[in-house]
């Protein structure tokens, strides 16, 4: 499998933006797609994620202003990021968990002004 994330880009504070992840390849029906982001000096850390059930699960900083979906069908999932912050800013890679396999995509850089 592998990912393709897109949809970064510069946006103003307040702004909104919609990351994208598409999949190539078979994915296992038991999994989890997520959106991770890192900045400089920092671990990467979960942003939002959702199971192959539907349940999903979101960072404290994020809750409330962004919202992670999917579509099976396309085999892609987004993240709809409103209310951006400057310290949103940051690289996002969108992330495929399924028994046996961890896949990342390649990361597109978010950056939020002033």
């Known amino acids: 499998v592998q990912l393709q994330a897109s949809g970064g880009g510069l946006v103003q504070a307040g702004g909104s933006l919609r990351l994208s992840c598409a999949a190539s390849?078979?994915?296992?029906?038991?999994?989890?797609k997520g959106w991770y982001r890192q900045t400089p000096g920092k671990e990467r850390e979960l942003v939002a994620s959702?199971?192959?059930?539907?349940?999903?699960n979101y960072a404290d900083s994020v809750k409330g202003r962004f919202a992670i979906s999917r579509d099976s069908a396309k085999n892609t999932w987004y993240l709809q990021m409103n209310s951006l912050k400057l310290e949103d800013t940051a690289v996002y890679y969108c992330?495929?968990?399924?028994?046996?396999?961890?896949?990342w995509g390649q990361g597109t850089l978010v950056t939020v002004s002033s």
């Open positions: 992330n495929l968990w399924a028994p046996g396999e961890v896949v």
């Open positions: 959702i199971s192959s059930g539907g349940s999903t």
């Open positions: 390849g078979s994915i296992f029906r038991i999994n989890t």
